[in-house]
């Protein structure tokens, strides 16, 4: 009778704590039944990554609605198409025109376009930048429900907008929620998933946010702004009532002297057949391992602690780098110079296709192949692309006929986002949840993600100054050798992280 009492304590009764008698708590390590079922960690990745889906339509919400919302030339004007049109105002060489009559209640600027475009840029970084010191005050899941706010918030400000500064307001807004998303999510990903499937996990992020760039450009192209905002409204109402039902981390609770409720949470996600004991240790020990109250000053002195944030943000500089914005603006004259007559909408349809497709792929691969040789394949093959890209701007621009190979741009564009979407699309942000201990994570995530918006920043706004003072073939190349420069970096600097444990990887990072 004694056995079996001993047998049937639960993890807090270990630590003297005579309140905690939940039956959940029980281990049944006496008939060797110890199991545990991965359903609700995938349930749980899937609800806190809708946070990605909504920051995905964000991204590509101007996409698809900014041409309805702007100020057209008169019917008269001669030009080639819209997109030309447009680029043409937008590069001040002819005046504005006057709207023409519409239904719309607004007809931004070029000015004013640029502004809405880039306000979710900024706002993501100031979001990013707090969200670290907010997940460890309350927590990964109030964290993200108190940031999934903005978002519902930004959209009802866009939905109802009848000025331009509701519209800055709601994008920046929108900003906010997707920088802290950037955050919050990873990191719950990361706490709660075994290592045997921290991988698969660990991509959903990047997963779900191209499903979310592709339901816009999808919906886009057949519903008015309103409406697509609209549907767009009802992915953070989703995951809010989502969060309602996910546990805090197993990690955070255990941090924060939580034993049972640690316990309590890793039965929902891990199964009631798992071994909650030893899988608390283990958290424990990692734990003990850091610092109790480590603050942004550890993060440089310890040096697995700063090794690790050099890693993140140089993934995530090369996940910039690559040029991956620059691939997908020229997606459609690429497109037109194999002789396709396809629009600019369904381009981007295709696009999102692709990633959307080889991020699963991706996800289904990582925990088999491993990250070092998924961002190796994809650095490489994604430098020969953008040489070979630069090479073909180079013959188009010198005036020589490049109709016989109007083929080989649009095989590389192909290829560039194939490999993107395995490799330096997803990896990224799951090594970032993976390289650092519970006492600095919030504060390094939060730097890295705030890292990874100023290279979209500088990317993005320097892209229109190297095309007209470099040239497409030396701007392709610079980016080529970016990723030349990277293929060299985790070829010779990094260690593979797949089915190793957080003191394993601390170890290699501390050089040991």
């Known amino acids: 009778m004694v056995a079996s009492e001993d047998i049937k304590k639960t993890v807090s009764q270990e630590d003297a704590d005579p309140s905690a008698r939940n039956p959940m708590l029980y281990d049944p390590l006496q008939d060797g039944v110890v199991k545990t079922s991965k359903t609700r960690q995938y349930v749980a990745a899937l609800i806190m990554c809708l946070g990605a889906v909504a920051a995905g339509t964000a991204l590509a919400w101007t996409s698809p609605v900014l041409d309805q919302i702007s100020v057209h030339p008169p019917a008269n004007t001669t030009a080639g198409n819209s997109t030309m049109g447009n680029a043409t105002i937008a590069n001040g060489t002819s005046p504005i025109p006057l709207p023409l009559p519409s239904e719309d209640r607004l007809q931004l600027t070029a000015g004013q376009q640029t502004w809405v475009s880039s306000l979710l840029a900024i706002g993501a970084f100031l979001g990013a930048m707090p969200t670290g010191y907010i997940a460890d005050a309350i927590g990964r899941r109030y964290t993200a429900m108190v940031m999934n706010v903005p978002f519902i918030l930004a959209w009802l400000s866009i939905i109802f907008a009848n000025s331009a500064g509701w519209l800055y307001f709601g994008r920046f807004l929108i900003g906010i929620s997707t920088g802290s998303f950037c955050v919050v999510a990873p990191m719950y990903i990361s706490e709660i998933a075994e290592t045997s499937i921290r991988g698969t996990l660990g991509t959903l992020f990047q997963l779900l946010l191209t499903v979310g760039i592709l ?23 989703f995951l809010f009532l989502g969060l309602l039902i996910l546990p805090e981390t197993p990690v955070y609770l255990l941090k924060k002297g939580q034993r049972a ?17 030893s899988a608390i240790q283990v958290i424990q020990n990692d734990l003990d391992q850091a610092a109790a109250d480590a603050g942004i000053l550890d993060l440089f002195s310890n040096r697995g602690a700063r090794n690790g944030l050099v890693i993140s943000i140089l993934l995530m500089f090369f996940q910039q780098f690559s040029g991956i914005n620059a691939v997908i603006f020229y997606t459609v004259p690429i497109f037109q110079s194999a002789g396709s007559t396809l629009d600019a909408s369904v381009c ?31 650095s490489t093959v994604m430098s020969i692309c953008l040489a070979i890209l630069g090479a073909y701007f180079d013959m188009k621009d010198s005036g020589k006929d490049v109709s016989s190979i109007g083929w080989l741009p649009l ?22 949840g993976e390289l650092f201990l519970p006492d600095v994570k919030a504060t390094a995530v939060a730097i890295t993600v705030m890292a990874n918006w100023l290279c979209v920043f500088i990317v993005t706004k320097s892209f229109g100054t190297m095309i007209e003072s470099l040239g497409s073939d030396v701007t392709f190349w610079f980016f080529a050798t970016c990723m030349a420069a990277a293929t060299i970096y985790v070829a010779t600097m990094l260690q593979e992280t797949k089915g190793k444990s957080a003191s394993q990887i601390q170890s290699w990072l501390n050089g040991r």
């Open 215 to 237: 339901f816009v450009y999808l919906v886009g192209s057949m519903v008015s702004w309103t409406t697509l905002s609209t549907l767009c409204l009802f992915v953070p109402i």
């Open 411 to 432: 095989l590389c564009v192909v290829l560039f986002m194939i490999t993107f979407s395995v490799g330096y699309g997803p990896i990224p942000w799951l090594m970032m």
């Open 348 to 378: 981007s349809i295709i696009v999102g296709v692709v990633q959307v497709i080889m991020t699963l792929t991706a996800s289904l691969l990582i925990d088999r192949a491993g990250r070092k040789i998924l961002l190796l394949f994809s």
């Open 261 to 277: 409720e640690a316990a309590l949470s890793l039965k929902w996600l891990w199964g009631r057949y798992c071994d909650s004991r």
